[in-house]
């Protein structure tokens, strides 16, 4: 997709949720240049000729989706080696999926599952044993992130790593150990998870053509949820600018179907002050363009200050060095205008970041730098107040939708019920974003966390949070699109379907203000529309589509299972060409919402094969989680 190229577009016979308080609904809409110029009757006006035009049938039509905190650089290098267990609704499935990809997967690459999933969306209610990952793959190295808790590992991922009965604990972590010393596969995060993703790193890692083109499939992949815009969160093991060279040569090419805004998040414990002045020489936040742009620094400013929840451990006690070593690094941000974002889960850590924010705000003050803290579970009223007063911003997840009950089982329903206090926010005025914090934690998923923001919900079904915390559809979309905006300092430019504003926006394929709640996590789009160019269609827009692309390697599990829910939703199965079980309607079916139409059956029946016939006990569309 080229950015700079302009493409003229109408689109026409919508329902158009604009989120313009001028104009708040719409059934057309004009883009010229990758900007929106006009609505309704000034669009139908200004229609020239050689307009391309497209019907939209009544499709409910929203802004882009902007996800205010998601790992997509780190996470698009190793996309298409990942197998998602994103969305499967039953342990037996995933173990199936995870035998067939061991079996697929050459001699000296893993398999990895690596976050996006909890035990609470099977139907099993229960992790896998360790006797199952070795049943289903005895051969190949397998790796299964689950949360920032823990990592299963197979005997043959035991062997990659060189973890023998000799192999002593790192610091803050546990390799579990049978009676006779020597490790079982299970390794656990205490305090901090930094023996899961060092774990993670001795994978082999894909060569660069591959990279790019699993970073153009992950792009493809959230186009396909929706999502126009991110912000990319840094990440362990992301180096800058070693790191961002693949998304860099995708910018140079006009391959980048999703608008970046990446923040740059330190890697070297007691080192965080050379990585900052070293990067501030190099980049600065706004420099780059629409599509790829510098935002600034975090979610990791200093190592001390990482509070990494974890709610299967008692609260972690960050060190004393905490203070000094942060506000050296928050001075020299706020010294050169660096907007910065901290990772803070617990209130009694908010307490003491706050306490050097405000000491440093009285040195240099952060008047108009957009910092703001991610994820803020635990927030008490007075810190919200402090954060107010400073003028920070919030970016909240859908983290609690994968581990509420966890911290239910620990701190109890009362203390769950405002986790994080979304509503006391926006009553205090505090600008809050909205999104995941994908990949390795929650499913990158944007419907899910608006499914959890409207219903209260988890992925398990457990009601967390009181009427006086959900937020209204439209509130909750609104975080999703102008919210998140804040963040990347480009309120205004992007979240709204207006005049002079960037044409992003999505076409959905249920509309998302009158579907049954529990269908919300359900949507998606059929037609995605970045800068005015169609990045996605799908259905009844298909002749619309993109060129596809191959999936390489040609063992990756995206060429197989796909993205989010794709193996078990006989529609996207169909559509991508992964042949499914023949589906039987039943009892079971009504209870759970499946509604297919018989043609969708038959087209999917019809691409079965021998090799998978059997393979989805599921083979149902119903969105079980």
Not at 80 to 88: A, F, I, K, P, S
Not at 254 to 259: K, P, Q, V, W
Not at 288 to 302: K, Q, S, T
Not at 362 to 371: A, H, M, S, T, Y
Request: some cysteine.
């Amino acid at each position: 997709m080229s950015t700079t190229t302009n493409a003229d577009l109408f689109l026409f016979n919508g329902r158009i949720t604009t989120l313009d308080s001028k104009h708040p609904n719409a059934s057309s809409v004009l883009v010229k240049d990758g900007r929106i110029v006009a609505v309704d009757a000034a669009a139908d006006s200004q229609r020239q000729p050689g307009t391309k035009a497209i019907d939209l049938k009544g499709r409910r039509v929203v802004p882009g989706l902007n996800d205010s905190h998601l790992h997509v650089i780190r996470g698009g290098l190793n996309y298409n080696m990942e197998l998602r267990w994103d969305g499967v609704p039953s342990l037996a499935d995933g173990l199936r999926m995870l035998r067939e990809q061991a079996q697929r997967t050459p001699p000296g690459q893993w398999v990895r599952i690596v976050g996006g999933w909890s035990e609470f969306q099977f139907a099993e209610r229960r992790m896998p044993t360790l006797q199952e990952i070795n049943d289903a793959a005895p051969n190949t190295p397998v790796f299964i992130l689950h949360l920032y808790c823990r990592a299963l590992l197979n005997q043959a991922a035991l062997r990659a790593c060189g973890y023998t009965k000799d192999t002593p604990n790192p610091p803050g972590g546990e390799i579990q150990r049978d009676h006779q010393g020597n490790p079982t596969g299970l390794l656990i995060a205490r305090p901090n998870a930094t023996i899961l993703y060092a774990t993670l790193a001795k994978g082999p890692k894909l060569p660069p053509e591959h990279q790019m083109n699993s970073t153009r499939h992950f792009m493809r992949e959230l186009n396909r949820l929706g999502l126009t815009s991110i912000i990319d969160a840094g990440g362990g093991f992301q180096n800058y600018p070693e790191d961002y060279a693949i998304i860099e040569e995708l910018h140079k090419r006009g391959e980048m179907t999703l608008r970046i805004a990446y923040n740059l998040f330190t890697q070297k414990p007691k080192q965080e002050m050379e990585d900052f002045s070293r990067w501030i020489r190099m980049t600065g936040p706004g420099r780059g363009d629409d599509f790829f742009r510098c935002n600034g620094a975090g979610e990791m400013l200093v190592f001390s200050a990482a509070d990494f929840e974890d709610f299967l451990e008692p609260r972690p006690n960050l060190p004393e060095t905490l203070e000094s070593e942060l506000k050296g690094v928050v001075s020299l941000l706020a010294t050169n205008k660096w907007p910065f974002r901290l990772h803070a889960t617990y209130d009694e850590s908010i307490t003491r970041f706050l306490n050097v924010f405000e000491e440093v705000n009285r040195e240099v003050p952060f008047k108009g730098l957009n910092w703001f803290f991610d994820h803020c579970e635990t927030i008490s009223d007075r810190n919200l107040e402090r954060v107010r007063a400073l003028g920070g911003g919030i970016a909240i997840q859908h983290r609690m939708a994968f581990q509420g009950e966890y911290f239910i089982n620990r701190y109890g329903k009362e203390a769950a019920e405002h986790t994080p206090p979304v509503r006391k926010m926006l009553k205090l005025g505090i600008p809050v974003g909205a999104g995941t914090d994908a990949t390795r934690v929650a499913s990158y998923n944007p419907w899910v966390s608006l499914y959890w923001m409207v219903t209260g919900k988890t992925v398990g079904g457990v009601s967390m949070y009181p009427d006086a915390n959900r937020l209204s559809r439209e509130e909750a979309l609104r975080l999703y699109t102008q919210g998140s905006s804040w963040f990347s300092s480009e309120s205004g430019r992007k979240g709204a379907i207006a005049p002079g504003q960037l044409a992003d926006f999505a076409v959905l394929t249920e509309d998302y203000f009158s579907v049954p709640e529990d269908q919300i996590k359900g949507i998606e789009s059929v037609l995605t529309v970045v800068g005015g160019r169609i990045v996605h269609a799908t259905d009844e827009f298909v002749s619309h589509a993109p060129p596809s692309i191959p999936v390489l390697p040609e063992w990756s599990p995206i060429k197989i299972f796909g993205g989010y829910g794709a193996p078990l939703d006989i529609r996207k199965a169909a559509r991508a060409g992964v042949p499914v079980e023949q589906h039987r309607h039943s009892a079971d079916c009504h209870q759970h919402g499946c509604g297919h139409a018989l043609k969708q059956l038959f087209t999917a029946a019809e691409m079965a094969r021998n090799q998978y016939a059997d393979f989805f006990g599921l083979g149902c569309d119903c969105f079980a989680f």
